[in-house]
Every structure is written in C-alpha cells, then in structure tokens.
C-alpha cells in the first residue's frame, strides 16, 4: 500500500496573506508533495491557494435522516454558508458524512469527526483531546501521521494540515486538527485510507522547524470517504473574456469546486500577446473565475478565485483550471460563471 509520512509545517505564517474569509475558517496552505501530475501540468507552488475548510453535514440515524434532521459540526458550519436545501442533498448522497471513529492511547484522546469530498477535493476533521488539563493544544503544535491507500499510491498532489487558529478556538486541552488536500486527478471513486497519527509535537522553536515530541503513540483510523458526481455543461463557444475572445469547451461543476477549460490555442494567444509564461507560474487573469450567477439573478460573489491547479492538457489542445468555492453553491441553479465584467453563460 501506499504509504505518507506526515510532520508539521507551519504553513500558516509561510502563506498569511489570504481573504479574510478563508483566514478565519481555516489555515491557508498546502504541502506540495512529489509531482504526479500529468506533463506540462503546472502545480499552484508560491501562489495564494484557497482550500476547501468543508460544509459538512451529519446524519442523525436512519429515522432521523428520513425525517430530515441534520445537524452541522461547528467547526464546520464556519466555514460555509448554506441553505438548509443543500446542507441536506450534500448529506443525503453521503458526500458529507459523520465519521465519529475515537481512540485513546498515551493520555490522548483523537476523535475522527467529519469528512468530505468531490472529485477534486478532500477535507476530514479530528479532535484532540489531551486527558492532562494542564497539557495545552496551540496551534502551532501539530500531529504526526501516516496514510495508507486501499490503491497503492496517493489521490494527492498536495496535502495541508494543523491545528485551527486561536481566533477559531481558544487555547485548552482540546482542539480540532484540520487535513485538507487536492487530487492529482479527477475521480470519482470512493476514497479508502487508514490514517495513523503517530505522534503529538509542541510549538517549533524555529519558524520553519519541528516542535518536540511531547507524546507518541498509535491512533489508528479506518475512513471510507465518498465522492459526488460533477454537473458538466460541454459549451463549445467563444466568449468575450475582458478584450480576448476565447473558445470555452466546458464547465464542469460540484458544490464545492468547479473545473473550466478553456481552448489551448486561444490561451498560447493570450499568453503570447500579454508576453507572460505558463509554464514558468504566470498567470492570465482574464481565465479566472470571480463567481457564479443563478438562474433568478443571484450572485455568488468569490473575488478572484485562485486556481488549485492549472495546466495544458491534451498536449496543449486544452487548457484546464480547477476552482474552489469558499462557500457552497448549488450546481443545479447556475446558469453563468463571472470572471470580472465577463461571463460565461451556460
């Protein structure tokens, strides 16, 4: 099986410039992993990046599940905004689910609490608890951890992780721990894993050090995380992004993310006439999403969206941006992306 060992990096102070939004719901980063992507694929290294924190809801039993009680974990519930609709279809087709796994070893209690995922994206949020009142949790202590995939090698191009903020939670013996990650590809597969943590670290004495172990030991979780299906819209027509007209293939759309592509061709234009590099991390703005409109005229305002990951692909017959939402969207009602004073209608 493929295996990932996991130490602390305080990515938190190496990337604190982010929205105000995101900063206070959840630490702004990833740890770049070893690059599996497809050649040409170009990874989001030294930009901003905008993680999924989660909208997760948890399903009260079957019977209360049919009768349409949910409940919202409240770490999560601050990090998206959702109408009870969507809370309960991203329940419903257990994109969102309740783990509620615990084990205690070393005077350590670790609490598997909610995961979630789509094609794109991964999010699963733990609590800890040290059974010494006296032990306190910061957020710049961290855990060590391992994982292990029924399918050998890691969905991930990029993993993040830590403890939440001390503006989200105050400093006692107890609190969440966040592992958010991107998918080198697409899949809709479920996703299978035993993660192991391995050791609880303190406060590095250096800014870009490990803390010490203050406690080791083995808590060890099985999670089953299932994924959702994607609304696709294979559009096939120019727009007019800014003073560009570039061909849009398709739209590809979940609650939690979304995925354009754009022609290659038009793109090399673009990037020729601005006299940027792609390849080299440069960036066309004009390809970048902003928000998505609904079919009765409302708008899900995001700002500049910053992709996850961006590339060619099909040699360079395309050009593909995967987006995050900051707060949950219903693929259903969209009929446009926004990109500035630009749209792309579906």
């Known amino acids: 099986m493929g295996n990932m060992v996991m130490k602390h990096v305080d990515w938190n102070k190496e990337y604190p410039e982010v929205p105000d939004l995101v900063h206070r719901s959840v630490l702004s980063a990833l740890s770049e992993l070893e690059e599996q992507e497809a050649p040409r694929m170009k990874k989001t290294t030294k930009k901003r990046i905008f993680l999924l924190a989660a909208a997760l809801v948890a399903l009260a039993g079957t019977t209360a599940a049919a009768a349409g009680v949910f409940s919202w974990n409240e770490r999560a519930g601050q990090v998206f905004q959702a109408d009870e609709e969507t809370k309960n279809e991203l329940s419903m087709n257990q994109m969102a689910q309740e783990v509620s796994q615990t084990v205690t070893?070393?005077?350590?209690?670790?609490?598997?609490?909610?995961?979630?995922?789509?094609?794109?994206?991964?999010?699963?949020?733990?609590?800890?608890?040290?059974?010494?009142?006296?032990?306190?949790?910061?957020?710049?202590?961290?855990?060590d951890y391992t994982m292990d995939f029924a399918e050998e090698e890691s969905p991930f191009c990029a993993l993040g992780w830590g403890f939440v903020s001390e503006a989200d939670q105050a400093v006692t013996n107890t609190r969440y721990f966040e592992i958010y990650g991107t998918k080198t590809t697409q899949s809709e597969e479920n996703l299978s894993m035993n993660l192991q943590f391995t050791a609880l670290r303190g406060e590095p004495a250096q800014k870009a050090g490990e803390g010490e172990v203050l406690v080791s030991g083995a808590w060890d979780f099985a999670l089953d995380v299932h994924s959702s299906d994607m609304i696709t819209h294979e559009l096939d027509k120019d727009c007019q992004l800014g003073a560009y007209t570039v061909h849009v293939k398709s739209v590809a759309l979940s609650p939690l993310s979304m995925i354009i592509v754009y022609d290659g061709s038009d793109v090399r234009a673009m990037e020729a006439d601005q006299q940027v590099s792609l390849d080299q991390l440069d960036e066309l703005r004009e390809l970048y999403a902003t928000g998505v409109s609904y079919a009765d005229g409302t708008k899900v305002d995001e700002g500049v969206m910053i992709p996850l990951r961006e590339g060619f692909r099909e040699g360079e017959a395309s050009y593909e941006l995967l987006f995050s939402f900051d707060q949950v969207v219903d693929p259903d009602q969209v009929t446009a992306v926004l990109l500035g004073e630009s749209r792309i209608e579906f």
């Open 105 to 143: 070893d070393q005077g350590i209690t670790i609490t598997a609490i909610q995961t979630i995922q789509d094609q794109n994206r991964f999010y699963a949020l733990f609590e800890v608890t040290a059974e010494d009142p006296g032990q306190k949790i910061t957020e710049d202590c961290s855990m």
